[in-house]
């Protein structure tokens, strides 16, 4: 199964893509079976760490593939989830954001531990420095329009330090007749690489920052990422995707009130990056993915560079199914593939270049 699996997302023009591991499915449908995974991260070991936003779930994986089991429900109580928006691990805990403003907190085992309340931010994006420092990417509104916001808070929610602020260039309009935005429009990322160093960026430029674990910057480097236009082909491909809902409907962004999709404008440097040894990756892809739509993963260009000089190494392109959801976590990347009897088979993808 899993070597005809393998052959099947390369003779679906994938040349570029390896199958490095297949996470079985859980087998209590009921509660386990995954509806809408959102966020993924792996601990240091191998185990998965999966976060479902539709089922209220955090569902965990063996090393070796199998599956371990599920935890949570949907509630706001001690140990329960709701709408789970994110998922981090460190070397002792896991971390579930919610829209709540909060961290709920487990072991790499899933038992509950506490929730960490952080009243004052709602991440886009989020990594664990240490279990009281978290770096934390933001959007927030101002006189001058909306801005991300890349900075360090506590574990009390006190903001430590801000590092980063740049204009959200993807809302290119927004009033109360409806929003203007650019298929490409630029995003914030947080990332850590293969040797525990945590980086961020915007892409509405080509540099990352590195951080160190007392929340400071430490580095700066610039990267040569093809940019430009989009292709006639990425306009067709960006108005006309559509997203499930929970209730088995679709959205549609071209169609949807109030929504105008931008096509004339400059791609951003990347919607996802990563950085393993001495190799930076950068994907494009439409209308980002980190609000976990699910086609704006299923197909990209992305740029491979080399960490140290900052110059392109290769490019490569990928095309999946529709509703596919290609996830980028930490040098790892998770491949998330509806099924012929419509569950969602897991899967640890590689790039062949990085």
Sequence with gaps: MFLLFGLLWMLDGNTNVEVVKEFENPEDVSEDYLNFPYSFDMSQDGRLYVIDRWRHRLMIWNN????????????????????????????????????????????????????????????????????????MGTQVPTQKGMFYVIGTQDDQGKTVEQLGQWKNEAVIKMEKTGIESAIFGPDIDIQRDDK????????????????????????????????????????TLATTMTFPKH??????FSKMKG??????????????????????????????????????????????????????????????????????????????????????DVRELKLKEF
């Design 64 to 135: 070796d593939g199998s599956f371990n089991t599920g935890v949570g429900s949907k509630g706001k109580g001690p140990g329960e989830i709701y709408f789970p928006m994110k998922v981090a691990v460190d070397d002792k805990h896991v971390y579930v954001w919610e829209p709540l403003r909060r961290l709920t907190l487990f072991d790499l085992d899933g038992k509950y531990i506490k929730n960490i309340n952080i009243p004052k931010i709602q991440p886009r994006v989020f990594g664990v420095l240490k279990p009281n420092l978290f770096l």
């Design 196 to 235: 525990g160093n945590w980086h961020f960026g915007c892409s509405a430029e080509p540099f990352l920052y590195q951080v160190g674990k007392d929340g400071k910057v430490s580095g700066k480097k610039r990267f040569e990422i093809p940019a430009g236009p989009p292709t006639d082909d990425e306009v």
């Design 247 to 252: 209730d088995g409907s679709r959205i549609d």
């Design 259 to 344: 929504m105008k999709l931008v096509t004339d404008r400059d791609k951003s440097f990347y919607t996802h990056f990563m950085v393993k040894g001495d190799k930076a990756l950068f994907v494009q892809t439409p209308l980002g993915g980190h609000v976990g739509m699910g086609n704006g993963f299923s197909q990209a260009v992305y740029y491979v560079n080399d960490f140290n000089t900052g110059k392109v190494l290769s490019r490569g392109t990928y095309e999946f199914a529709e509703d596919t959801q290609i996830l980028y976590r930490n040098g790892r990347i998770l491949g998330l593939v509806v099924n012929e009897d419509d569950e969602i």
